[in-house]
């Protein structure tokens, strides 16, 4: 993710603390680093996300580096994984002992606790975590999402088809839906529409190959 100007020291220590404790947090059909790779994908889009709707003035860049960087961190091995917000909102202040005062580590368990929340979470709730819940949704679609799909499908050593119906399910139809309305700010409408506009065209393609077309 992009420096913080303010912070880069601290920013760099989390980022390090994340890199030690969440890459060999296994992920079941997943790569290997998964919940590593996520979270910096989702800080990086958090931070962008920050930028484009001119939020930073009012971001604390640690919080949100932090909140993104271990928002899954309750799906851990050894965490109850029930309600991942809530057990990750808890085991958070273990992983930044040191690095952030009171104030900043209430406002990371605050945005870990709600990102897997949306649809329940206070209308006061902190930037941080309205960012952290856009940039996780966008996470799962668009190019993401076909590796997702195609990676799950080749591990477990099934055809093209297999990885089509996946697409077509019923839970990703609904997962997509709930995306749609959760979201919290127009950049990530427009990401999100882009991102499936991605994903339609790539399945339809992919649909037709595997059929026989030309093109
Ligand atoms: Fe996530």
Known sequence: MRKCESQPTVVQQIIKRAEESMT??????REDGYRLYH???VARLACRLSRRENLCPRVDC??????????????CQGHDAADHGKTGSMAVEHELRGLVNPRQLRGVRQAIYWHNKREKS???LC?????????DL????????VWVTIYSAAAERQPV?????????????????YALVN????????????RLQFTRRFFWQLQREEKGYLY
């Open 161 to 177: 088809s297999s990885a089509l119906s996946m697409w077509k399910s019923e839970k990703i139809r609904s997962w997509t839906d």
């Open 183 to 194: 979201l919290n700010f127009p950049t990530s409408r427009r990401a999100m529409q882009k």
């Open 24 to 29: 060999d947090v296994p992920a079941a059909g």
């Open 138 to 145: 966008l996470d799962h679609f668009g190019a993401q999402e």
């Open 62 to 75: 640690m919080v949100l580096a932090a909140a993104c960087l271990f928002h899954d961190l309750g799906k």
């Open 122 to 124: 206070p209308p006061d």
């Open 39 to 41: 979270g910096r994908r």
């Open 127 to 135: 930037t941080e975590g309205k960012l952290l819940q856009d940039a």
